[in-house]
């Protein structure tokens, strides 16, 4: 049983070829007469609709379902709920506070489970960026993403994601907030080694893409006040898209803290993909679906 809990479950080869489903407007009807369920214990604007519209277009049902609603680990163990859903769904997704959450519905193994978003990773978003970028550049190879911001969920998933398309990775974060040693030893079993800037203009520099997500994220709320302070010096505006190249676009997950990690300028700027990078979270899901049910459990 194949599940997707971080976007290199997925090997190279098996990522290109979720890329093409994705780009395809014309998809089997893979999830004819079966549902899935979408777990969220996070709020979400993105993730929600582009699933439950990619599992329409397969043919399927989603139903949304909020973790208050069936109490996870409250009302029914973390096991029980994935077990009981497994009968009557082709597969699960599931945003989690803990990304053991998604490892217990995995260890369970009776349909596939798709991290919708954990604590760790974000792989779902990690495939609509990539696309976003091959629809923008084609061969990924050898092309710079730059992240400025926090090394979160997003900046993992999207590290991965970069070398397992042979992307190069440039990073900057304030002091505390980068990646850690556990996280680095990932990337670079992927082949790629991310590059680790003090200052931003350095990440930046040279860049194909640059790449911001909020300075605070769900579950950290506690922390914004700190981090306001923290990340000042890492917005993301027009003075710092300059020492990109000159072709170079930008990138946010969204939702956007306008004039915390990026400005309203370059938001809605000539360099910003930001609306058809959402979209793609739509073809990005379908075409992970579309060989998670169709071609991986083969
Ligand atoms: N980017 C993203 O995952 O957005 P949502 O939190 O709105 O789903
Ligand atoms: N890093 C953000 C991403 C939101 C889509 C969070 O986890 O809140």
Redesign the pocket.
């Known amino acids: 049983m194949r599940h997707i809990l971080e976007i290199d479950d997925l090997s190279s080869s098996e990522l290109g070829r979720v890329l093409d489903l994705a780009a395809s407007s014309d998809p089997a009807r893979v999830l004819t007469g079966k549902g899935m369920a979408l777990i969220f214990e ?7 609709n582009s699933m439950e519209m990619a599992v329409v277009q397969l043919g399927g049902h989603p139903v949304y379902i909020s973790a208050n609603e069936i109490g996870l680990d409250t009302r029914e163990s973390v096991e029980d709920v994935t077990n009981t859903m497994a009968g009557f769904h082709a597969a699960i997704g599931a ?1 989690v506070f803990r990304h053991s959450t998604v490892e217990r519905m995995a260890a369970v193994n009776r349909v596939p489970i798709v991290n ?2 954990s604590d760790q990773s ?1 792989p ?2 990690a495939l609509a960026d990539l696309l976003t970028m091959r629809r923008e550049f084609g061969d990924l190879t050898d092309r710079t993403v730059a992240y400025v911001g926090d090394a979160n969920n ?1 900046a993992r998933s999207l590290a991965l994601g970069a070398g397992l398309a042979g992307m190069n990775f440039h990073i900057s974060t304030p002091p505390g907030y980068g990646f850690n040693d556990a996280d680095l030893d990932h990337v670079r079993l992927t082949g790629l080694t991310p590059k680790i800037f003090d200052r931003p203009e350095d990440a930046v520099a040279g860049a194909d893409a640059v790449y911001t997500d909020a300075w605070t994220s ?1 579950g950290q709320e506690e922390e914004s006040e700190q981090r306001r302070r923290d990340f000042e010096a890492f917005t993301v505006d027009d003075r710092l898209m300059e020492f990109a190249q000159a072709e170079a676009i930008f990138l946010h ?3 956007a803290h306008r004039g915390e990690e990026a400005t309203d300028t370059v938001l809605d700027g000539p360099r910003s993909r930001i609306w058809v990078q ?1 979209a793609n ?1 739509m073809h990005a899901a379908r075409g992970l679906l579309s060989w998670l049910i169709n071609e991986a459990q083969e």
């Open positions: 996070k709020p979400s604007a993105r993730t929600r945003r919708l978003l974000h779902m978003q997003v769900m997950c969204l939702p959402a979270r």
